[in-house]
């Protein structure tokens, strides 16, 4: 029952990687390529290794059991291991035919890091579910984010202490990576009137540095296309004195987190106050 450190090759069929030993081709075992590729790269001891709920009993296990009986010391001081990524309370993979790629998510319009903060929201130790709603609302709520750090941008005022926020993001992050808690965080700094917008404006760069979201590199026009659609949509409305048809989408927008402003120079879209 012990597992194979070495595969012999078919001899009928050529693999794309294998070496001769032992008097014949072969290839490594599942199990010692992780731990060659570990050591060599991340030392003989080192704090955290990853991997999916799945390796526990089998792949990590023959892990440890195979480095440390060469290194003779503890090989990893902390597992992180990841909960499954599900569809309708189902996991997903190939052999059951619902495996879902990065660039099926692009194909649909969607930019990887929706998928990201989604993925942001659910502790690792946690089933992530996922949906095509559930990546709209990822994305809705990004671009929400990115439009109201563009407008904390553009303001000059300072006031009060961010400290405080600081020491309860390292403390969230600390207490077994709750990112799904320091996000909320970036909320709460938002909705806080006694920080200023330089303060705010900082604080989220700062804490972007272990969310990766690339908060940093953001650009103007981040309106999304849905909701310039129903404004313009309004307009056409307000114009022809529909202004029942008006008023709805207008709440509709308002709904969205939007807010619309009519000037004489014709309608602004605002980010509605948190």
């Not at 794309?16 to 030392?43: D, N």
């Not at 993925?119 to 095509?132: A, G, I, M, Q």
């Not at 407008?151 to 926020?165: Q, T, V």
């Amino acid at each position: 029952t012990d597992f194979a450190l070495w595969k012999f090759s078919p001899k009928d069929e050529k693999r794309q990687m294998e070496w001769a030993f032992f008097g014949r081709k072969g290839f490594p075992g599942w199990h010692i390529e992780c731990s060659v590729m570990a050591t060599k790269y991340l030392g003989e001891q080192f704090d955290i290794h990853c991997g999916g709920i799945d390796h526990i009993q089998v792949h990590h296990t023959n892990e440890i059991a195979q480095t440390e009986a060469v290194t003779k010391k503890r090989w990893v001081n902390f597992w992180m291991h990841g909960a499954f990524l599900v569809l309708e309370k189902e996991k997903m993979s190939k052999s059951l035919g619902n495996f879902i790629t990065l660039d099926s998510i692009e194909k649909q319009k969607f930019n990887p890091l929706d998928y990201k903060y989604l993925c942001l929201n659910t502790h690792y130790r946690k089933p992530l579910v996922f949906s095509e709603e559930a990546l709209k609302s990822a994305r809705n709520s990004l671009e929400r984010l990115k439009n109201i750090l563009l407008e904390l941008k553009n303001k000059k005022d300072s006031k009060g202490n961010a400290e405080n926020y600081k020491k309860k993001f390292l403390e969230a992050v600390n207490d077994d990576l709750n990112v799904p808690k320091s996000l909320g965080l970036l909320w709460d700094i938002l909705r806080d009137n006694k920080l200023g917008s330089k303060e705010k404006y900082h604080l989220i760069l700062d804490f972007d540095n272990v969310l990766g979201l690339n908060l940093r590199n953001i650009k103007q026009d981040l309106i999304p296309k849905e909701i310039i659609k129903l404004a313009e949509e309004r307009e056409k409305f307000r114009k022809e004195k529909n202004f029942k048809k008006s008023d709805e989408l207008r709440n509709l927008i308002r709904n969205k987190g939007y807010e619309i402003e009519d000037t004489e120079e014709g309608y602004k879209i605002k980010i509605s106050n948190l």
